[in-house]
C-alpha cells in the first residue's frame, strides 16, 4: 500500500514561509540541500519507518546475505505454489530470466520469462522457456534496451485467481532480523542469529538456501522538483520537520542580514518528535521491535 506523500513545491513553500521570505536562485539551492539533509538525518534517526520496513525472501550464498540482490519476490498469487523466492536464471529472448526452484534448491519450479522487447511477460511451469504452461502473463514495462516485469497488472492464464505481485528485491539499509520461513502468515518459523561485515550479512545458523529477513531498506532518495533524477513526492510523516528543520538552518546562515528571525531549536524539536510518535500510534514498535530486544538487546527506541 503505498504511502502518503506531499509535494515538492509544497515542501518549499512551507519552507519559504518559515522563512519569512522568497526563495530563488543561490537561495532556494542551498535550501533543497538542507531539505534533504533533514530528509536523511530523520531517516538515520529510527528503524522502524514503515515505508523502509521490508520483509523479503533472501538467497544465503555460501552462508552470507547480499545488500542486495538480482532477484524477484512473486506474492499474492491464487496457485500459492507460484509464491515465493525467483533467482536470475539467465536470460530468454534477451531479458533476464528467474526461476523459482523447489526444495532441492535445483529443480525449476516456476520461471518469469519474456517473449521479447516490448513484448509480453510470463510466468511458466518448469524451466526458463515461452513455450512452457504459462500461468500468468502481464505486458513488459521499461525502455526497450531495458525491459523489467511489472509489479503489478498480472493477470491469470492458467493459474488461479487472483494474479500475483511481482516485486524486485531492495537494497538493505539495515539488518533486522530473519527467520528460516515466512514470518506472520500462519506458520511459526524460527529466528535466526546474524551479524552484518564487509562481506554482507553472515546467517551464523542456517544450512537454507533462503531465509526470509525484516530490514530497512536503503535511503537512495533526493527530492526536488521531479527533474535531474530528483523525486517531487516526499514523505507525509516527514513534511513539517523537514521544512522548519531547512528554515532554522537557512535562518542561522543569514545572521547578518537585518531580516534574521530565528526559530526556536524547541519548535523543530516538536515536529520531530511528532513524526516519531506516528510509528508508536501505529504499532510498529509493539509488533516488530520488542521482539528483536529480547534476542539482540538492541536499540528499539522511538527516539
Known amino acids: 500500500m503505498a504511502q502518503g ?11 519559504a514561509a518559515r522563512c519569512g521570505c522568497a526563495l530563488s536562485g ?7 540541500f538542507l531539505l534533504n539533509s533533514a530528509a536523511r538525518q530523520l531517516y538515520l534517526e529510527n528503524p522502524w519507518w514503515e515505508r523502509f520496513l521490508e520483509l523479503e525472501p533472501r538467497t544465503v550464498e555460501r552462508g552470507y546475505v547480499s545488500y542486495s540482490e538480482d532477484s524477484l519476490n512473486v506474492y499474492g498469487a491464487g496457485t500459492s505454489e507460484a509464491n515465493g523466492l525467483y533467482q536470475r536464471n539467465g536470460t530468454v529472448n534477451g531479458i533476464p530470466a528467474y526461476t523459482l526452484y523447489d526444495a532441492d534448491g535445483t529443480t525449476a519450479k516456476y520461471s518469469l520469462v519474456s517473449d521479447g522487447a516490448s513484448g509480453d511477460g510470463f510466468i511458466v511451469q518448469g524451466s526458463p522457456s515461452v513455450s512452457n504452461e504459462r500461468i500468468y502473463e502481464a505486458g513488459m514495462v521499461g525502455e526497450v534496451s531495458a ?3 511489472p509489479e503489478t497488472g498480472w493477470a491469470s492464464d492458467h493459474g488461479e485467481d487472483p494474479a500475483p505481485i511481482v516485486q524486485a528485491l ?3 539499509g539495515e539488518y533486522i532480523g530473519h527467520w528460516n520461513g515466512k514470518k506472520w502468515s500462519g506458520a511459526n518459523p524460527t529466528m535466526g542469529t546474524a551479524y552484518p561485515d564487509q562481506n554482507g550479512i553472515r546467517v551464523t545458523d542456517s544450512s537454507q538456501d533462503i531465509v ?6 536503503s535511503f537512495n532518495t533526493t527530492y526536488g522538483d521531479g527533474t535531474g533524477g530528483t523525486t517531487s513526492d516526499v514523505p507525509a510523516e516527514w513534511f513539517e520537520f523537514m ?3 531547512a528554515a532554522r538552518s537557512f535562518l542561522q546562515s543569514q545572521r547578518q ?3 534574521y528571525q530565528p526559530i526556536a531549536i524547541s519548535e523543530v524539536e516538536r515536529v520531530r518528535e511528532q513524526a516519531l510518535l506516528k510509528i508508536n500510534r501505529q504499532g510498529i514498535y509493539k509488533t516488530i521491535a520488542q521482539r528483536f530486544r529480547t534476542y539482540y538487546n538492541q536499540d528499539v527506541s522511538i527516539h
Do not use: C, H, P
Not at 506523500?5 to 519552507?15: H, N
Not at 526470509?212 to 531498506?217: G, L, P, V
Open 243 to 245: 521544512a522548519y528543520s
Open 170 to 172: 531492495s537494497e538493505i
Open 212 to 217: 526470509y529477513m525484516a530490514f530497512k531498506k
Open 147 to 149: 525491459n523489467e516485469y
Open 5 to 15: 506523500t506531499r509535494t515538492w513545491t509544497e515542501l518549499t513553500g512551507l519552507t
Open 26 to 32: 543561490d537561495d532556494a539551492t542551498q535550501v533543497g
Open 257 to 259: 542580514s537585518d531580516s
